[in-house]
């Protein structure tokens, strides 16, 4: 009889020690130190970290997790969906601050970003604002990242430290090292859900938040908090304030 038990007690610890070598390092909030994307100090098997995480986890939105908030679940139709795992956006608990000198009027700004150079001497300049990205207009859920990559392809952030893209890739709030400026669908997301995401700001008639969604070779998308109206504005002489998300 004691050897039986014996057993049973070696094969619960067994069990044990199983589960718990599966399941992923969090901190003290319960936040996975490895989920989703490229972390400053370490991204080692992140990817296939946060595929385990949201495969076990049941995440929702408005929800603190991977630096920010969750405000979107992607859904079946969504690019990126997985059946049985959970993958979606999480927004910046705050908007880009950054205080520099606007070379267009020589304005100091702190949360105001043109889109691109705020350049726009002539055409055939280096800073000149008005470049084709060949993008189309993408407006799409998961198309952030990419839009974010061609706006600093054609304007980069070592030239132009100060736009709307720029400064969305260089935040690195919770130590993560992947945020982007959204696309117009994302960010009209985080308008529907923006009861769960802190201090999102209505500037009134003339200022919203930048999407990464390239419009004509002038404009782009914008949308404002109040009302969710979305807007094509030039590129290079409208401000708009910044906030900066990213994917798990």
Known sequence: ???????????GLSICISLVSCNPETDSKGNNSSASGSKATSSTNATSSSEAIASIS???????????IIFYILQPSDPGYIAGQEHGLI???????????DPWDSS??????????????????????YRS????IVTAIGKGMSNTNAILEKYPATLYPNS??????????????DWFLP?????????????????LVDDGEYYGYWSSTNGSDMGAWRQKMSNGVKTELAKDSFFNRVRPIRAF
């Open 1 to 11: 009889m004691m050897k039986k038990n014996f057993l049973s007690v070696l094969l």
């Open 58 to 68: 049941k995440l929702a939105i408005g929800q603190s997790f991977g630096g920010g």
């Open 91 to 101: 927004a910046a608990t705050e908007d880009i601050t950054k205080a520099y000198i």
């Open 108 to 129: 100091t700004q702190t949360v105001y970003f043109n889109w691109t150079t705020s350049q726009d001497t002539k055409e055939n300049s280096t800073d000149y604002a």
């Open 133 to 136: 990205l060949n993008l189309g």
């Open 164 to 177: 709307a893209a720029a400064v969305a890739r260089a935040y690195s709030g919770g130590g993560f090292t």
């Open 183 to 199: 696309s117009s669908d994302e960010l009209n997301q985080l308008y529907l859900n923006k009861s769960v995401v802190s201090n």
